[in-house]
């Protein structure tokens, strides 16, 4: 057991202590590493990168947006914009983010293993995503592509003067990424778990990227074959999704959302496994119901691949097929209202704190549950059928893309950036930003909601006149989220030089991650932890020496 | 759409199953709303009342409650089977097709709406249907995925290539409602919208019988060439437009592809909305759709007059006969076939003032130019 | 699992090979075999969408599938088949070999199984060049341009095309050689797909209809073989195309991934010859045996599916 003394206390006057990021400063050590935190490290760099992308991409919707007409922006190009929004920020963005950067980081730590198990396949993960990226950017640099991010065919076959050959191609190689980090995850977490963490021991963001990880190699292989599928057609012109030439556009649209319906729990799943995780430990109480929600992770990966046709209600699939995918739907939203639920009696008599990561945790607990329920929405088929295609579905899926997995992805680097990188970051900076993050982000995309139900289609560079007022108000938000958004950037940049010194244990808290010290030494323990206390013990008995921490609190300021 | 409100919160509602849509729409309203006042009040609540008082606190241990988990599974799978029931049921009124149905073609297409009733009147982006009854439109299209949507009717159906699909409405209120692509479909989908005319039987029946209301030729042309006919869709989009630029062409030379050159009158004009794959402009592609067979000579004549009117030229009806215009296999632009103004009017594009032809011939009926 | 007692200054064994992530050989074992099924999985995924889109052309077009499929060569196919067989027991006895550490049976073993997943993917390329050779390769320009030389009834090997880019000889499986007897050379400028055989799948289904009485052709093909009531025999061959297609891109998918098993044989060779194999640790032979098996049962999947489709109607 680690040296009970050591937990919490920062050393601040004796010599640094060599860690993960002091080990070697060459750029050599650094692209051919095979420590899972550099390579988290290297993510998030590049995820960041990609995100801002992403972002001006969306900024640049929002203002053709505030009004009616297509001025801002032709039509040609503001069908790239929205189209590589969409791909740099689901393909590049939101699927790496928690698992590559989070996951990778933390999964072998918050087990008690030295590694992931497969370090170097690791490393070939994030060749590849640079690869991918690389291939795409080029792409888009060149010229873009116009398809949407769905590449519906014929229009992304036949039709479409663009780069979609590359762009797929792009898209394709990034899904091996996926792949192999959901194969790491797997195995690491079979078998490299310290003496007495057993399954039922393991943190729930461990069993929330377990259960990612299922999805991603399940789901990810059938979109890689699709988009190769794509590209050959578009290439020879032969195939099987062109009517033209005997072939189906609906069978294109089953394989391809056949791993997109996945694909959003793989944008959602990780995220609340950090949710799990912050209202737990700034609540200082185990987490209500630990079973369930573990277990419902589980059911939402399963269940998420049965329900893809509720992505083509109006596409001229059979009626029958539709009610089925209707009540799977359903079924598939009960897994989530339990986590809900389950969070919810975690904060009862808990012992809550206001910091940062708690106040986005809490964020996403309103903005998943809008997100959530307007799924029902689009989960019902008669309504459906008016909402589907509208911006009602845009909505929808920021609430939950965004004002989830985007909003935990914030809560869990701030909650964890002591431990990455040995740095607090500004408390008062933080509170701000999410705070701006909040409620920018519910001026954008609520209306959103009362112009789709009004009709307004998605995907519209202009619209009829009387809906401008709504989409002003968008916009408007957007301009507050996207402030919402820099600030971070800016005072977590500033943390890493200016940034107090981060103890081990800031919070006092029972994770495996903060029994090392931040940041962790290269081999993640001085010596291999033996666990012999149940997840989320906030007492002695999980070895935290609490009274030495109150009275070092007393005496120091601790942020 | 019509609404009443400053912030439009809520289209019109004006086919016989909207109603039930809404229904859905105010029941998960209210769940939704069920569920999140008190969940985010006992959020609010909790952190509140149980904000942490001492530093590092242990609070007591809660272990689950398998009665809770139950409960709060149970219940809301019961209320989510409730909106599948009434979401199916909504859903197969929306889309089994009724047998008695008025039937209507449409046919999408990059970026308009071809419709055409069962009594063969064809309708461009447009569609005039009686109310109170039931109308059944059987869909295709000719080239990608376009979806056809009237938000105020709370339906829509994908038109797919190689397949027919199917929508049916009776319309319940007389009106003009949006018609919308709702379906990405490349350059102009947000322009490929126009309008569902519902009109009393009666009405519906002029319509049908073809009377139009009166408007000057430059009017009617506009109407046409802006609304009815979506020639704007391709001829009025800027820079970027994949049709030939009318503006201030009028009697000016315009090189076609081949190298020839001729003068762009109304005889050329006409020609090119029947026929236009002849006589492509240089630098454009032949993919303009003939609309020949959906003008009469009358729509045609308002065209021309509207397109003349984009150089300046106001006034009477066009001239010309039936020929091809000025063009000459030679490349030259002489005319010796047509009554079109003499030379020293042409080339110049902003003549104000009347048409120095005034008294014009009408083109001959039915000489088209091959 | 051992948990250290000590600190990391004491000395430890360490097996040959372990990797420094992991605490003894047994987790090491571990892991990489789940590694490796984990991968097969998300293979089997891989190839899946495509079984699934031949399952949806072949339900809705089956006379067209069945016609295609008779002109594969079951011979050569078959073939392929007791190759990969074979094969799949010679890697199955690397791996016993590896587990005795006997050096020399191993390499043995490991250069059989490369002959014959070479035979394999030779067979393939015989197959491929008939296609090439008979205008069966789906894409315009991808199959051997033959000029319109207005001659006809020439047998396959006394006329190759004089303007042929391609070297590559006038192969003939033995389906299309048996049909040599009144075959002619079609002209192909293009080098455009063209079926040239005929509807003998169709025309049987047709007789079948009428003397049975049952329906013999599915809804799909009622509209898809038929143009203003009648067979038309170019929309037939777009059928065709389609099965022609799906057959490429499987097998052209399954060749590729065995040509990247030849080369982790290349590797497993090296190290093999090298002796870094033995009792203690065979477990890269074992991963790699793995991979060569998953690719011997896409094989049996596709052989079926591919080329034994309605293989009853020629001879009845």
């Known amino acids: ?559 | 759409m019509q609404t009443s409100s400053w912030v439009p919160l809520f289209p019109e509602a004006a086919s016989s199953f909207a109603w039930q849509v809404d229904a859905l729409y105010f029941y998960l309203i209210l769940i939704s709303v069920a569920f999140t006042i008190p969940i985010v009040a006992a959020i609010f609540f909790f952190m509140v009342r149980y904000r942490e008082k001492e530093k590092f606190a242990t609070p007591d241990e809660m272990h689950g409650s398998i009665v809770l988990e139950t409960v709060w599974s149970i219940i809301p799978f019961v209320i989510s089977m409730t909106i599948f029931l009434g979401g199916a049921y909504v859903y197969y009124n929306q889309y089994r097709m009724p047998e008695d149905g008025m039937e209507v073609y449409v046919v999408g297409k990059q970026w308009m709406w071809k419709l055409q009733h069962s009594t063969g009147q064809r309708e461009i982006n447009e569609l005039h249907v009686p109310v109170g009854r039931k109308v059944k439109l059987t869909m295709t299209t000719e080239d990608v995925l376009h979806d056809f949507s009237i938000p105020a009717f709370r339906t829509k159906a994908d038109v797919v290539p190689g397949r027919y699909t199917y929508l049916w409405f009776e319309a319940t209120k007389p009106g003009k409602y949006h018609l919308f692509c709702a379906e990405y479909c490349g350059l102009n989908h947000s322009g490929m919208g126009g309008w569902i005319y519902v009109m009393e039987q009666r009405d519906f029946d002029n319509w049908l019988a073809g009377n139009e209301s009166g408007g000057t030729p430059v009017q009617q042309g506009q109407d046409l060439f802006e609304n009815k006919l979506g020639c704007a869709s391709c001829h009025a989009g800027g820079a970027d437009q994949r049709g030939a630029k009318l503006e201030g062409i009028y009697n000016k030379e315009v090189r076609l592809v081949g190298g020839q050159t001729v003068i762009a009158d109304d005889a050329y004009i006409r020609n090119s909305i029947l026929n236009p794959s002849s006589q492509i402009v240089e630098g454009y592609q032949p993919i303009m759709p003939t609309f020949k067979g959906q003008v009469t000579e009358e729509q045609l004549v308002s065209l021309v007059a509207y397109i003349k009117s984009l150089s300046g030229v106001t006034g009477a009806a066009p001239t010309g006969t039936g020929t091809t215009g000025s063009s000459t296999m030679q490349g030259t632009s002489t005319n010796t076939n047509s009554t079109v103004a003499p030379r020293a009017d042409r080339g110049n594009s902003n003549t104000q003032g009347s048409n120095p032809n005034a008294p014009a011939t009408r083109p001959e009926p039915g000489r088209n130019n091959q | ?316």
């Open chain 1, 1 to 559: 057991m680690q040296n009970v003394d050591a937990i919490g206390s920062a050393d601040l006057t004796g010599p640094t202590k060599t860690n993960y990021l002091s080990n070697g400063f060459t750029l050599k050590s650094w692209l051919l590493t095979k420590d899972h935190k550099r390579i988290a490290i290297m993510y998030l760099i590049t995820i960041s990168l990609f995100f801002m992308a992403g972002g001006l991409y969306a900024a640049t919707i929002r203002l053709e947006l505030l009004t009616p007409d297509t001025d801002l922006l032709t039509s040609a190009t503001y069908n790239k914009v929205f189209t590589q929004h969409g791909i740099l920020m689901i393909f590049f963005f939101l699927i790496p983010s928690i698992p590559a950067v989070l996951g990778n980081f933390l999964l072998p730590i918050m087990i008690g293993a030295k590694d992931l198990a497969l370090p170097r396949i690791n490393l070939l993960s994030l060749y590849i995503y640079w690869i991918g990226g690389a291939l795409t950017v080029y792409a888009l640099l060149q010229g873009g592509v116009d398809t949407g991010w769905t590449f519906y065919t014929p229009y992304s076959t036949t039709f479409s003067n663009s780069y979609v050959m590359a762009v797929g191609l792009g898209i394709f190689i990034n899904g091996f990424s996926s792949i192999l980090t959901g194969l790491n995850f797997i195995v690491t977490v079979h078998t490299m778990r310290a003496p007495g963490m057993t399954w039922f021991r393991l943190p729930l963001f461990v069993w929330a990227q377990y259960a990612t990880s299922l999805v991603m190699i399940l789901g990810t292989p059938v979109i890689a074959i699709t988009v190769l599928l794509l590209a050959i057609e578009r290439t020879v012109q032969v195939g099987i999704f062109d009517p033209a030439i005997g072939g189906d556009p609906i069978l294109f649209q089953h394989m391809f959302w056949f791993y997109s319906h996945p694909a959003v729990y793989i944008m959602v799943l990780p995220g609340m496994g950090v949710v799990s995780e912050l209202i737990s430990n700034f609540s200082r109480k185990k987490i209500f119901g630990y079973e369930f929600i573990a277990f419902s992770s589980i059911a939402i990966a399963v269940f998420g691949f049965l329900v893809w046709g509720h992505h083509m209600f109006v596409s001229g699939q059979s009626i029958y097929a539709g009610m089925v995918f209707s009540f799977l739907t359903m079924v598939v939203a009960i897994p989530s209202a339990i986590k809900m639920f389950n969070w919810s009696a975690t904060l009862y008599k808990g012992s809550i704190s206001y910091d940062t990561p708690m106040l986005y945790g809490l964020g996403f607990m309103g903005l998943f549950l809008i997100g959530g329920l307007t799924g029902l929405f689009l989960g019902s088929l008669g309504l459906v059928v008016h909402l589907t295609d509208t911006y009602f579905v845009v909505a929808h899926f920021h609430y939950v893309m965004v004002g989830g997995q985007v909003i935990a992805y914030l809560g869990g680097l701030h909650y964890w950036w002591p431990k990455m990188t040995g740095r607090m970051y500004s408390e008062f900076w933080g509170k701000v930003s999410a705070m701006l993050v909040f409620i920018g982000f519910n001026l954008t995309f609520f209306p959103q909601f009362i112009l789709g139900y009004q009709g307004m289609p998605r995907r519209y560079a202009s619209y009829p006149a009387e809906l401008q007022v709504l989409n002003i108000f968008s916009t408007a938000g957007a301009s507050v989220l996207a402030v919402g958004f820099i600030m971070p950037l800016i005072y977590l940049v500033h943390s890493l030089f200016y940034g107090k010194k981060a103890p081990d244990n800031p919070w006092m808290l029972p994770g495996l991650e903060w029994r090392t010290s931040s940041p962790p030494p290269t081999e993640n323990f001085e010596k291999m932890p033996v666990v012999t206390w149940e997840a989320y013990e906030f007492g002695e008995e999980s070895g935290l020496d609490l009274d030495e921490a109150r009275r070092r609190e007393s005496v120091t300021t601790v942020s």
């Open chain 3, 1 to 316: 699992m051992a948990s250290h007692e000590g600190t990391h200054e004491e000395f430890h064994y360490h097996a040959p090979g372990l990797q420094h992530q992991f605490e003894d050989m047994k987790q090491q074992e571990e892991s990489v075999s789940i590694g490796m099924w984990m991968f097969l999985v998300q293979e089997i995924m891989f190839f899946g969408g495509l079984f699934s889109a031949y399952l949806v052309f072949r339900s809705r077009f089956p006379l067209a599938f069945a016609e295609g499929s008779n002109h594969l060569d079951p011979f050569w196919g078959g073939l392929n088949t007791l190759v990969l067989i074979v094969s799949s027991l010679t890697m199955a006895l690397t791996v016993f070999y590896a587990q005795r550490g006997n050096r020399n049976m191993q390499v043995l073993m490991i250069v059989l199984t490369m002959i014959f997943g070479a035979t394999f993917l030779g067979v393939k390329l015989i197959e491929y060049t008939d296609k090439y050779n008979n205008g069966l390769i789906p894409v315009t320009g991808w199959n051997k341009r033959i000029k319109d030389t207005g001659a006809s009834e020439h047998t396959a090997e006394t006329s190759p095309a004089k303007d042929a880019a391609f070297v590559l000889p006038l192969v003939e499986t033995r389906t299309s050689a048996a049909e040599s007897a009144t075959h002619e050379i079609h002209p192909n400028p293009k080098g455009e797909f063209q079926w040239n055989y005929g509807s003998h799948v169709f025309d049987y289904a047709i007789e079948k209809e009428k003397t049975s009485g049952k329906a013999y052709l599915t809804q799909s093909e009622r509209i898809g073989y038929f143009s203003n009531g009648a067979f038309d025999p170019n929309k037939y061959r777009d059928k065709i195309r389609i099965f022609f297609y799906i057959y490429f891109v499987m097998t052209g998918l399954h060749a590729l991934h065995m040509i990247i098993g030849l080369g982790v044989m290349v590797w497993l060779l090296w190290a093999a010859f090298r002796g870094t194999f033995s009792s203690d640790y065979y477990a890269p032979v074992e991963m790699s045996g793995l991979y060569w098996h998953f690719v011997d049962i896409v094989w049996i999947f596709l052989f079926p599916l591919l080329y034994l489709l309605g293989r009853h109607f020629l001879h009845s």
